[in-house]
């Protein structure tokens, strides 16, 4: 049974540019939440999609968008990288908006 | 606003010795309380996970403490090995109103374990 599963595994975009990575949900999940985790902190929400919708969103601007396909796979957008955006970008998913979480292994995006 | 603080920053312990890592909460609707474990370049691992209906919970060498009073939470690791070094999280959520089990975590504990 695979894990939850994300590509790129590295990724490096020049500051302005736009980004698109993917997520696979463990089977069986139909729920994905994205998170941003930095350097020595601890993983921030970004949003959470159920049923191929945004169902919450964290403190993140509008620059960071998403989708949730019918087969539960999910994408995160990000447009006009800033420096700052650099981090390790986290899937997550789970049972049901309220079940337990895995995540997968991460996309680490590089800004120059 | 930090709503769940974790301590220590960083925690060195001999090998079988016990590794404590503490985490407090300021918002009483969370109902859901797990660890994760991450090693470096990989994604957070679920360890265990309380609810607040019992104090304690113990898988293996991982046993969780809650004191709902306090607000507080633990994670005991008895028998601490080599292997076990690694980046400790706290998180907490819950699955009313409109959270739809989004997890807010703490700052993270990196602990070593000296064989």
């Known amino acids: 049974d695979a894990g939850v599963t994300q590509s790129p595994t590295h990724l490096i975009k020049t500051r302005g540019q736009q980004v698109t990575l993917r997520c696979s949900p463990k089977?069986?999940?139909?729920?994905v939440s994205w998170y941003q985790q930095a350097l020595g902190q601890g993983p921030q929400f970004i949003f959470q999609?159920?049923?191929?919708?945004?169902?919450q969103r964290g403190n993140f601007p509008d620059r960071f968008s998403g989708h949730q396909f019918p087969n539960y796979s999910s994408e995160l957008n990000v447009n006009a990288l800033l420096l700052g955006d650099s981090a390790l970008y986290l899937c997550?998913?789970?049972?049901?908006?309220?079940?337990?979480?895995?995540f997968g292994p991460g996309t680490r995006l590089t800004v120059t | 606003q930090q709503q769940v603080k974790q301590s220590p920053q960083s925690l060195i312990v001999q090998k079988g010795g016990i590794s404590i890592i503490n985490c407090a909460y300021e918002?009483?609707?969370?109902?859901?309380f797990p660890w994760y474990q991450q090693f470096p370049g990989k994604g957070p691992a679920l360890l265990i996970a309380?609810?607040?209906?019992?104090s304690e919970k113990k898988e293996g060498r991982f046993t969780i403490s809650f004191n709902k009073s306090a607000k507080q939470f633990s994670l005991h690791i008895m028998d601490s090995q080599p292997g076990d070094s690694a980046t400790y999280f706290c998180?907490?959520?819950?699955?009313?109103?409109?959270?739809?089990?989004?997890?807010?975590f703490g700052q993270g504990t990196i602990l070593t374990v000296h064989p």
């Open positions: 997550a998913s789970s049972h049901r908006s309220a079940g337990k979480q895995y």
């Open positions: 089977s069986g999940h139909d729920t």
């Open positions: 999609y159920y049923e191929e919708e945004e169902r």
């Open positions: 918002n009483t609707a969370f109902d859901y």
């Open positions: 309380i609810r607040p209906d019992v």
């Open positions: 998180a907490a959520s819950y699955a009313g109103g409109t959270s739809y089990g989004k997890l807010t």
